[in-house]
């Protein structure tokens, strides 16, 4: 279970912590790995540090399974491992988004839930229509282009760490929403990486979902214009990340017209 320092400091506060003989700390099954020093002052960028780059926190581990906190596993871990990854000789599996398969789709859904500023969206996803990044398809070779990542199960191979690295590069560059920028990643190797994404409703045989209130935790999320981001908004400028978002792109962005998004959910 990876936290952060004010977490850790909560769970010590709240449950019973047990240390072994290594110093290393358990709840229950879960052993705690406190993230230190971290790089970023946006905490959704902090939490892709050992999301996407599992294999690099722990590279003795031949295989991971990622899990969001707000699930709770209820099968053996190595049944999820023969399931998704041995049975048909898959090595890197992940859960296919419940309503959308076009990034500008979910794009559009997080401009209206506020997950990030919205006109820095816009500009992530006018940076990747220009560099040729088109709508899901059916013409496409793969179910969708936007994944859940709140499950990705690894086997950690070269090409595997180096799509994770290479997926963790875009998420440093840009927004810190991984789910625009996964099937960019995958567009970008020509069909060099293989992965299998599985239906969205198997999540429930494997976990308990917990939804938590979410409460915007930052000002950046309602921000509406760039200029916002001027004189007295330049405090909302990430210090430490999303530098691809304000350095200048060799092609006119003004002159951008996204794909129109057909909005099918509600739930976005």
Same mark, same amino acid.
């Given at each position: 279970m990876v936290v952060d320092e004010v977490s850790l400091k909560f769970i010590k506060e709240?449950? &019973?912590v047990r240390k072994d003989k290594d110093k290393g700390m358990w709840v229950g099954l879960w052993r705690l790995i406190p993230l230190k020093h971290q790089p970023y002052?946006?905490?959704r960028r902090n939490g892709k540090v050992p999301k996407i780059l &599992?294999?690099?926190l722990f590279p003795q581990a031949q295989y991971s399974i990622w899990i969001d906190g707000k699930m709770e596993l209820i099968v053996d871990p190595?049944? =999820?491992?023969?399931?998704y990854l041995w049975r048909d000789k898959h090595t890197y599996a992940i859960a296919q988004h419940k309503h959308h398969r076009s990034i500008y789709e979910e794009a559009d859904a997080n401009k209206r839930r506020k997950r990030y500023a919205r006109p820095l969206i816009d500009l992530h996803m006018k940076i990747y229509y220009s560099e040729g990044m088109e709508p899901w398809s059916l013409k496409k070779n793969t179910i969708s282009d936007v994944p859940e990542?709140? =499950?990705i199960i690894r086997e950690h191979t070269a090409l595997n760490n180096l799509f994770n690295c290479l997926w963790f590069n875009e998420v440093n560059l840009f927004t810190p929403r991984d789910q625009l920028s996964f099937g960019y990643v995958v567009y970008r190797l020509k069909g060099l990486f293989k992965f299998f994404m599985f239906r969205n409703c198997e999540y429930y045989s494997l976990f308990i979902l917990h939804p938590h209130t979410r409460e915007h935790s930052s000002k950046v999320e309602w921000v509406k214009s760039l200029s916002e981001f001027k004189g007295s908004g330049s405090s909302m400028k990430e210090s430490r990340g999303g530098f691809g978002?304000?350095?200048?792109?060799?092609k006119n962005l003004d002159?951008?017209?996204l794909p129109q998004v057909v909005r &099918?959910?509600?739930?976005?």
């Amino acid at each position: 279970m990876v936290v952060d320092e004010v977490s850790l400091k909560f769970i010590k506060e709240n449950v &019973t912590v047990r240390k072994d003989k290594d110093k290393g700390m358990w709840v229950g099954l879960w052993r705690l790995i406190p993230l230190k020093h971290q790089p970023y002052d946006e905490p959704r960028r902090n939490g892709k540090v050992p999301k996407i780059l &599992t294999h690099r926190l722990f590279p003795q581990a031949q295989y991971s399974i990622w899990i969001d906190g707000k699930m709770e596993l209820i099968v053996d871990p190595l049944l =999820i491992l023969e399931r998704y990854l041995w049975r048909d000789k898959h090595t890197y599996a992940i859960a296919q988004h419940k309503h959308h398969r076009s990034i500008y789709e979910e794009a559009d859904a997080n401009k209206r839930r506020k997950r990030y500023a919205r006109p820095l969206i816009d500009l992530h996803m006018k940076i990747y229509y220009s560099e040729g990044m088109e709508p899901w398809s059916l013409k496409k070779n793969t179910i969708s282009d936007v994944p859940e990542g709140a =499950i990705i199960i690894r086997e950690h191979t070269a090409l595997n760490n180096l799509f994770n690295c290479l997926w963790f590069n875009e998420v440093n560059l840009f927004t810190p929403r991984d789910q625009l920028s996964f099937g960019y990643v995958v567009y970008r190797l020509k069909g060099l990486f293989k992965f299998f994404m599985f239906r969205n409703c198997e999540y429930y045989s494997l976990f308990i979902l917990h939804p938590h209130t979410r409460e915007h935790s930052s000002k950046v999320e309602w921000v509406k214009s760039l200029s916002e981001f001027k004189g007295s908004g330049s405090s909302m400028k990430e210090s430490r990340g999303g530098f691809g978002l304000w350095t200048p792109y060799p092609k006119n962005l003004d002159s951008v017209t996204l794909p129109q998004v057909v909005r &099918t959910s509600k739930a976005g």
